[in-house]
């Protein structure tokens, strides 16, 4: 089986842009969550994407978002970039949204000017 | 809110010696999962512990899951250059939202 992948790997985006990241989960997998990472920080959860419905949201502002279509494939957004948003952005896919574990992609490195 | 103290933060160690990192949870969790993340890399799942005072050994690695389903560790023996990396530990609350630690990162001293 094919595991997690993310496009695009690398992003250079200017201050006050707007970014729309990639997800593509393992086959079968119809969980989807977004994570933050930055150095040195731990995992920053973003939401979670179950059937096309947003099933959990961490605490970030509005300007985060986020979608998952039918075929599970997700993508999340981020309007007006600031500095702080350079991180790295993962994406994890499970079977399901309870009790199982987390598969997690490569990863995008989104880099704010 | 809820959340899942793991520590130490950081542990130094020598090629040989053991490594032990502890998670803490305000309140009980359905299971306890560990992942480790090798610098440059995304974290990898290592195992899931389900049942109160659940054991779980891959080789070198022992894995706890403690009487009241509030805490865990992840103890690694003898420890070689290909532990290194950051080790996480993440609970699935009542409400099935996973909640994180924060990672151990371990070190293997030159």
């Known amino acids: 089986k094919a595991g997690v992948t993310q496009t695009p790997r690398y992003l250079i985006k200017t201050r006050g842009q707007q970014v729309t990241l990639s997800c593509s989960p393992i086959?079968?997998?119809?969980?989807v969550s977004w994570y933050q990472q930055t150095p040195g920080q731990g995992l920053q959860f973003l939401f979670e994407?179950?059937?096309?419905?947003?099933?959990n949201k961490g605490n970030f502002p509005g300007r985060f978002s986020g979608r998952q279509f039918s075929n599970s494939r997700s993508e999340m957004n981020v309007s007006t970039l600031e500095l702080g948003d350079s991180a790295l952005y993962l994406c994890?896919?499970?079977?399901?949204?309870?009790?199982?574990?987390?598969?997690f992609g490569p990863g995008t490195r989104l880099t704010v000017t | 809110g809820q959340q899942v103290m793991q520590i130490p933060q950081y542990q130094h160690v020598q090629e040989g010696e053991d490594f032990t990192t502890y998670c803490n949870s305000s309140?009980?969790?359905?299971?306890i999962q560990w992942y480790k993340q090798r610098p440059g890399g995304h974290p990898v799942f290592l195992i899931q512990?389900?049942?109160s005072g659940e054991v779980k050994k891959q080789k070198r690695l022992t894995f706890q899951f403690g009487e009241a389903k509030k805490n865990s560790s992840l103890h690694i023996t003898a420890t070689q250059t290909t532990d290194v990396g950051t080790y996480f530990c993440?609970?699935?609350?009542?409400?099935?939202?996973?909640?994180w630690g924060a990672g151990t990162k371990l070190i293997i001293k030159p």
């Open positions: 994890a896919s499970s079977l399901s949204s309870r009790a199982y574990e987390q598969y």
């Open positions: 086959s079968g997998h119809r969980s």
């Open positions: 994407y179950f059937s096309e419905t947003q099933r």
């Open positions: 309140t009980t969790l359905s299971n």
């Open positions: 512990l389900v049942k």
């Open positions: 993440a609970g699935h609350n009542s409400n099935y939202q996973l909640i």
